[in-house]
């Protein structure tokens, strides 16, 4: 068959399978709705204020029931008000005046629907679109941020305009998006189980609180509404998943089970969500504080749902299972000890750099004994200091180096800790370092669309390890390393003079290449260097191509590649400095933005600064060829105006030489 033909026929044949997930996923969600019969009998009726909605059902009468009913809905108060206060009104106006003309923005891509709010449509998948397909535009879209923003606006204003055009956009989406009979965690989806979720424990609940006394929505409205509360509640009781996941729909059935209190379910739905929580402080979060996805942005999303359930049952009255909160507070302590100078943390697999100090706080009034909380959460200014600096997590491989606790401190975290449950990347043995600003970086997170990008972060071309003949790391492939099951040796040691850890990855490259990395990290504390040495040895008995791989944040990078000299160059901030030491066949180069033949030298911008997009940062490959190989890699902090430089390096003898720039020699002894 002809090239063309052949590749004719293959969109044909794409085309009709897209065709067909899509027709598979609507029909997914053409499940049965609560009758208003149905409504009535899932209420209890002997629920305090419900006496007129039992006394014309006891009379059969169903429309005076129903009235009562959203009466009693209507103008139920609670003790926690769900409707945030916008801190700039005219902001919060003006975003609600897009939403009035039915502009959005989710995953950071803008659409403005030129007819009435269609749920399923997503600009990623469009005909003839040039958008990277992103199924999370559809998913996000559910979510109904836009309901918080008109709330926002309406509360602000009183303007009825903003509580008409919610529920406008109310009535289509119960009208057009129905209970599913089974889980429907697939693409253009309403109902995948995280979306329940967090409708139900934020968006929803804000607008319950803001709207739910307008004029604008009907009785029957509102009626709908708590029909479909009552639904959400159901599915999420049906069909709960594992990990992050199900924290955010338990703390969206708890947020149904305290909000329609009256429902029949809604104490056992409480006290399920509340006992399944309870018991996955101990499933997804290891003994040393790390949920096991080992992303620490997820990990702040688990805490923040688990604590979400306290929080409101202390506003309600009530109370959670015995030991819920102290399970939580290791959570709180792997926050202390990972944060980097700044508050924020490492960007770990799928995280970016949320600030959590504020958390570290919350933490700190929950927890009174940890004054070591207090104490970074206030920045010193109230509390103690944590009792140690640097840090080994033991379960999750996970090693943090810093010379203090204040804001100019120097902070490394190696990672030789396993896979994880989930949102990983291809990236053990990585390094980060951090002074002042981000200076070692790695990837971090990219949009889940389709893109190169998304691929590129996924990988080890995103992070500072190595490559074998151009291989990345293999791990997904091998399913046992994606959780530990024991507590990790990484001979992690840390006294006054130096931080140590060692991590040994051998779990394959892909290809099939076997090769043996091991990595040693050591921070020499009285020369404020961090020092890495790494050994390669290849399994097969054959020559390979190593390539280690360093990524700069910088604009600049001043090189000196016959020395293995690098060092970034920030007029205001502080800089870093890498010498590699001279070795047989060493070759050291610079890649910068590249695209082909393999996506390299990029880092993609934060998700909170808007669009979606990378930038290009200079990454250093030095690469060495044989059965073995050796880099000895020295990476010196330099304040704006510090003192002498690292000229050269080498491992003597059991010792790391340093060569200074003011011709000093320096040796410090390699742990054994």
Known sequence: MPLRSLSISLVLV???????????????????????????????????????????????????????????????????????????????????????????????????????????????????????????????????????????????????????????????????????????????????????????????????????????????????????????????????????????EMNGLYHIGTLVPFAKEAESWRNYAAERLAKETEIQVYPDGAQFELAPGYHNVALRNMLAIPRLAEDYGRKVPDGYLAGLEKMFAYNLWAMQPDGSLPEWNDSGRGNVRGLLAEGAAIFPHRQDFLWVATQGKRGSPPDHTSHYFPWAGQVIMRSGWDRKALFLGFEAGPFGAGHQHEDKLSAVIFADRPLLVEGGIYPYDAS????????????????????????????????????????????????????????????????????????????????????????????????????????????????????????TQSNLRMVVAKAAGLECRVVEGQVEPVVQGWLPRPLYEGPRGVRPIPCVICGQSGERAEFLTVFQPLKTGSGPRVAAAAFRDGSVEITWSDSRKTTTPWPK
């Open 14 to 248: 794409l085309s009709v399978a897209f065709i067909a997930h899509v027709s598979a996923a609507r029909a997914a969600e053409q499940g049965p709705r609560m009758s208003d019969a149905e409504l009535l009998q899932a209420v209890d009726l002997q629920f305090p204020g419900m006496e007129a909605v039992a006394k014309a059902v006891a009379a059969g009468n169903r429309q005076a029931a129903l009235d009562a009913l959203a009466a009693f809905f209507r103008h139920r108060k609670e003790p926690r008000d769900f409707c945030p206060k916008p801190k700039r009104v005219a902001n919060a106006v003006l975003a609600a005046e897009k939403i009035l003309k039915h502009q959005v923005a989710v995953v950071g891509i803008p659409y403005a629907f030129p007819g009435p709010v269609d749920w399923r449509f997503n600009p990623t998948t469009a005909p003839d679109t040039k958008l990277v397909r992103d199924h999370e535009w559809t998913w996000q879209f559910n979510r109904h941020r836009e309901f918080v923003t008109l709330a926002e606006a309406y509360r602000a204003t009183g303007d009825e305009k903003f509580a008409r055009e919610f529920a406008e956009w109310l009535a289509s989406w119960i009208r057009d998006r129905p209970v599913p009979d089974e889980a429907a965690n697939v693409p253009f989806s309403a109902w995948r189980t995280i979306e329940c979720g967090i409708r139900t424990s934020s968006t929803w609940p804000a607008a319950l609180a803001a709207f739910r006394a307008s004029p604008s929505l009907s009785d029957r409205l509102l009626l709908d509404w708590l029909k479909s509360w009552l639904e959400h509640g159901s599915y999420l009781h049906r069909f709960p998943r594992h990990g992050n996941w199900l924290t955010m």
């Open 452 to 571: 190169k990008w998304r691929s590129y972060v996924l990988g080890s071309q995103a992070h500072n390890v190595v490559l074998v003949d151009g291989a990345e790391q293999n791990r997904r492939a091998r399913r046992e390393t994606f959780l530990a099951k024991a507590p990790l040796d990484a001979d992690f040691q840390s006294n006054a003079r130096f931080d140590f850890a060692r991590g040994v990855y051998e779990d394959g490259f892909a290809g099939g290449i076997r090769v043996r990395h091991e990595r040693e990290v050591l921070f020499d504390k009285p020369n404020q260097l961090f020092v890495i040495r790494d050994r390669l040895a290849a399994l097969d008995g054959k020559g390979h191509r190593y390539e280690a791989l360093w990524h700069l944040d910088t604009d600049k990078l001043h090189g000196e590649p016959q020395n293995g000299i690098y060092e970034t160059q920030s007029a």
